[in-house]
């Protein structure tokens, strides 16, 4: 198996800024996100992303933004094609609303053909914290592998998004836990920019963007 390509796979997304607030049952943040708010000057489409490896426990983190409306990438945010590992994984079967208590939720079902067949379920869950789904100031989507491979022992990651001081700036902060057989750090965070240059691109109306 190429471990680097299944590391890769499970790049998909999230943060933990205030933990004051109380966010619902299933979305709620992993951990804190060390990467810091942009401090003065405009505002651009640029991700900053740090990682580390603790203990063969991979912890990655990204923080940008999108020049547009919290609800415009909100709705953006629930495509599923946006969110899922479509570069380094060769089948992905999707079943949207499968947990019907969530805002919106989809299940997906990944497989990857190398020297072996390696498959995955992913399970995703989309949820407003504060403010409203047509309005949001703070949401949250967050995934979990829940079952397959033993390749992959753990993989977990959430998306938050803040609104701004600007009506027309949202805020994206990432945040990524996997721990598998293989690959490194560069593995996540390329699976990280990914998911972000996705989001952008489709609030701004474009398709997912293309796989590098």
Not at 108 to 124: A, I, L, R
Request: net charge negative; hydrophobic share 40%.
């Amino acid at each position: 198996m190429n471990a680097p390509r299944i590391l890769a796979v499970m790049l998909l997304v999230g943060c933990q800024d205030n933990i004051s607030t109380p966010f619902p049952a299933g979305l709620e943040p992993i951990e804190d996100n060390p990467v810091p708010v942009q401090q003065g000057g405009a505002r651009t489409e640029t991700l900053v992303t740090q990682a580390m490896d603790s203990g063969g426990v991979i912890h990655a983190y990204g923080r940008g933004y999108v020049l547009a409306s919290p609800a415009q990438v909100w709705l953006a945010s629930k495509m599923a094609e946006a969110n899922v590992a479509l570069c380094s994984t060769d089948a992905q079967m999707i079943t949207p609303n499968d947990e019907p208590d969530y805002e919106f939720s989809f299940l997906v079902h990944y497989v990857v053909h190398n020297f072996v067949t390696v498959e995955w379920d992913d399970q995703w869950r989309f949820g407003t914290v504060e403010g409203t789904p047509e309005a949001p100031t703070i949401a949250m989507s967050k995934h979990q592998k829940i079952a397959g491979s033993d390749f992959l022992t753990q993989s977990a990651g959430t998306a938050e998004l803040t609104a701004t001081d600007d009506p027309n700036v949202t805020e994206l902060a990432f945040v990524e836990i996997l721990e598998a057989a293989g690959g490194g750090d560069s593995d996540v965070i390329k699976g990280i920019q990914h998911h972000y240059d996705a989001l952008v691109s489709v609030t701004h109306g474009g398709p997912v963007t293309a796989c590098p």
